[in-house]
């Protein structure tokens, strides 16, 4: 049949029909590729948009809103703890002083805001901590421990005992360094661990070493807890180790008050 069809007669099956000649088989043809290019466009288009989910299934999740997710606290443990800790050491009035290098009988000045050059903190000095989270989370101080690093024969030189200036401030703890295990022991009435800080409650310590024989280097190991994190905190002195020596192998200078200048005889 060609041409035109106006009247179909249907005996049986319709085989096969043609309609309009060769024009409508190209008409055909044309449709048949217009439909086949938008099929391979739409899985081009289906193909990108769940590749790269299926290569990183964590950024499918963060980008659905599903799998894995990280707390705030988890980010902080990641880039670092929750807390900080600052800390200072000075001598006691009357029971605590300096050992310096053995110069020879020159008077030494004093000054309350620094060390003299090349001193090491006597037994019975105070080391002052001061621990301030880092932000409105609060962060449980579990423990406190000491971390011996060095054990040495008491620096030799010059002692330079602090004289009795005004009030001594309470201890609240104390530290026996000459112990194998040195503990840290709170002075009664003073609380014990647990402590607990942020960012705007801080809490200090004030920690009195003791030796009777040794220069001891040494550091606190603050353990911590926030929600489900933990941690563990080093302080010292700056990235050293604190340092406590005996005064039993240093001559000792005395100290004049009026001059405020230790001399080696008064």
């Known amino acids: 049949m060609t041409g035109e069809a106006r009247n179909v007669v249907q005996t049986g099956s319709a085989q096969n029909i043609t309609i309009g000649g060769a024009s409508n088989d190209r008409l055909g043809v044309i449709g048949l590729a217009i439909v086949a290019g938008l099929l391979v466009v739409a899985v081009v288009v289906v193909a990108a948009l769940t590749l790269p989910s299926q290569l990183d299934p964590d950024r499918s999740a963060a980008d659905t ?17 929750p807390v900080a800790a600052v800390s200072s050491y000075l001598p ?17 000045p004093y000054s309350p805001r620094k060390p003299p050059a090349g001193a090491v903190l006597g037994s019975g000095g105070e080391i ?10 609060s962060a449980v101080l579990q423990s406190m421990t000491v971390d011996v690093v060095r054990r040495s024969p008491a620096v030799a030189g010059v002692y330079l005992p602090l004289g009795c200036q005004g009030e001594v401030p309470p201890r609240r703890s104390r530290l ?12 009664p009435g003073s609380v014990s661990f647990p402590y607990k800080v942020n960012d705007v409650e801080p809490e200090q310590f004030v920690i009195t070493p003791e030796v009777t024989t040794g220069d001891i280097e040494w550091r606190l190991l603050l353990k911590w807890t926030s929600g ?9 002195d700056s990235g050293k180790p604190f340092r406590t020596t ?17 001399r080696s005889s008064c």
């Open 228 to 236: 489900t994190d933990q941690g563990e905190l080093v302080v010292d």
């Open 128 to 137: 002052t901590v001061t621990v301030q989270g880092l932000t409105s989370r």
């Open 176 to 187: 026996d360094l000459d112990a194998p295990a040195p503990l840290i022991t709170p002075e």
């Open 92 to 108: 006691v009035g009357c029971r605590s002083g300096w050992v310096v290098p053995d110069r020879g009988d020159e008077p030494i």
């Open 246 to 262: 005996a005064a039993t192998a240093a001559r000792q200078f005395c100290f004049d008050s009026k001059t405020s200048v230790w």
């Open 65 to 81: 809103g599903g799998g894995r997710t990280t707390s705030d606290a988890g980010n902080a443990q990641a880039s670092g703890p």
